[in-house]
Every structure is written in C-alpha cells, then in structure tokens.
C-alpha cells in the first residue's frame, strides 16, 4: 500500500507563488496521480491531474494557466507549481491518485491566501 505524505503549504499574499510536494513511500510510476483541494464548507474538487510519464497534463478551469502539476519518478514526488494565488485557492491541500484511491488519502496541506 503506498502512503502520500503533502507539503509545502502557507500563509502567503495574492498573487505570490507556492510549491506543494506529494512524496510516495512506494513506487509511483505506476499511477496517474492528481492534485485535490477542500475548502471549508465546499466539497474536494480535482485542480490538476498528470499522467504516468508525465507527458499529459489537464487542470480545472479555476486554475489553468496558473498551476503546473509535474512529477519525478524516481524521486516518487508529484509538485503543484502554483502562482499568481487567490484568495479563492485557500484549501487543504492534497495529492492522491487519479481517480482518486479512498485509502490514499492523507492529511494534506494547508493553503491560505490573503487579499
């Protein structure tokens, strides 16, 4: 069974950049993987999904031409590269894979911006 472990959340200004990571404790070339966010009173949405290579990427409207997801294989990470943040990407963060596995959910990690 693989474990997602997030990181890299904060406190930060709009339009100021954050890097989330999503570190696997097993291999995880094998898995389409995606990033999802909560926030409070809303339901978890998919922001962005990548494919086993890496080479085929898609993102919620919300959040394109801002976020890049991206992976390394051999490092097990998945990254959310996100910039120009909004106040309405304020969210627990987390990674899991795509469609999402309910026993892979972790404990995400915390966005906040401020206006």
């Known amino acids: 069974q693989v474990q997602f472990v997030e990181s890299g959340g904060g406190l930060v200004q709009a339009g100021e950049s954050l890097r989330l990571s999503c570190d696997a404790s097993?291999?995880?070339?094998?898995?389409?993987m995606g990033w999802f966010r909560q926030a409070p009173g809303k339901e978890r949405e998919v922001v962005a999904g990548?494919?086993?290579?890496?080479?085929?990427?898609y993102y919620a409207d919300s959040v394109k031409d801002r976020f890049i997801i991206s992976r390394d294989n051999v490092k097990s990470t998945v990254f959310l590269h996100m910039n120009s943040l909004k106040p309405e990407d304020t969210a627990v963060y987390y990674c899991?894979?795509?469609?999402?596995?309910?026993?892979?959910w972790g404990q995400g990690t915390q966005v906040t911006v401020s206006s």
């Open positions: 990548i494919n086993t290579n890496g080479l085929s990427t």
């Open positions: 097993g291999r995880l070339s094998g898995f389409a």
């Open positions: 899991n894979t795509d469609p999402p596995t309910w026993a892979y």
